[in-house]
Nanobody
Framework: VQLQASGGGLVQAGGSLRLSCAASGRTFSSYAVGWFRRAPGKEREFVGR????????RYADSVKGRFTISRDNAKNTVYLQMNSLKSEDTAIYYC?????????????????WGQGTLVTVSS
């Protein structure tokens, strides 16, 4: 599976942005997809993930209630809708796929990673 994240950009605090993760290669609908981010000077961290069916989602506490992950398997795309953005959401965002149906937040459970997309939230 090859993944490509896109949709990043500059947004004001309180604003919204939607990231996309487009996949090609093997059957995308068989994979769970996670979103991670790396803020300046920090380690990469888990943001959330969606199961292959789209039924199950899980989020980090820091984004719960503000971010929503969805997927359209017909388009081989997973989305990360980010609302009420804060300056601390500034980071490079990555998507990754996992063969497990419901992976945890552990990076080692994700097999393929896309290049990131930069999100900058101005205060």
């Amino acid at each position: 599976v090859q993944l490509q994240a896109s949709g990043g950009g500059l947004v004001q605090a309180g604003g919204s942005l939607r990231l996309s993760c487009a996949a090609s290669g093997r059957t995308f609908s068989s994979y769970a997809v996670g979103w991670f981010r790396r803020a300046p000077g920090k380690e990469r961290e888990f943001v959330g993930r969606i199961s292959w069916s789209g039924i199950s989602t899980r989020y980090a506490d820091s984004v719960k209630g503000r971010f929503t992950i969805s997927r359209d398997n017909a388009k081989n795309t997973v989305y990360l809708q980010m609302n009420s953005l804060k300056s601390e959401d500034t980071a490079i965002y990555y998507c990754a796929s996992a063969s497990r149906s419901t992976p945890t937040s552990e990076e080692r459970e994700y097999d393929y990673w896309g290049q990131g997309t930069l999100v900058t939230v101005s205060s």
